[in-house]
């Protein structure tokens, strides 16, 4: 059963190629996928590694937690599975009605 492993520090000019390149000298890789940023396409900085065995699992994160990858120390651990978070809410201040103003009265002339 395959092994997903999570690959921190990762130098921007590491490639979904590279990372399935230097894991394959552990084992069997199944995949390998750097995440980039939705907007730039530029890489984040991590990835994943999905070996084919525990034992090849293992293997990979004792030959490189730690060691250099592309002129870059590398954490490697075992992925653990994303947690719910909840929704983000976007904008900010003052509730839905904009950050304006105090209270005081809204309604006629209450001076």
């Given at each position: 059963?395959?092994k ?22 552990a ?5 390998a ?19 084919a ?18 002129g ?8 653990r ?13 003052g ?7 105090g ?9």
């Amino acid at each position: 059963m395959a092994k997903k492993l999570f690959i921190g520090g990762l130098a921007w000019a590491t490639t979904d190629e590279t990372l399935k390149n230097a894991f394959a000298q552990a084992g069997t890789v199944e995949s390998a996928s750097i995440i980039t940023d939705r907007m730039s396409g530029r890489s984040k900085g991590f990835g994943f590694v999905e070996m084919a065995t525990d034992e090849d699992a293992q293997k990979a994160i004792e030959m490189w937690n730690g060691k250099e990858l592309d002129g870059r120390p590398v954490t490697v651990n075992e992925a653990r599975p994303k947690e719910d978070r909840p929704p983000r809410k976007f904008g900010g201040g003052g509730g839905s009605r904009g950050g304006f103003g105090g209270g005081g009265s809204r309604g006629g002339n209450d001076w």
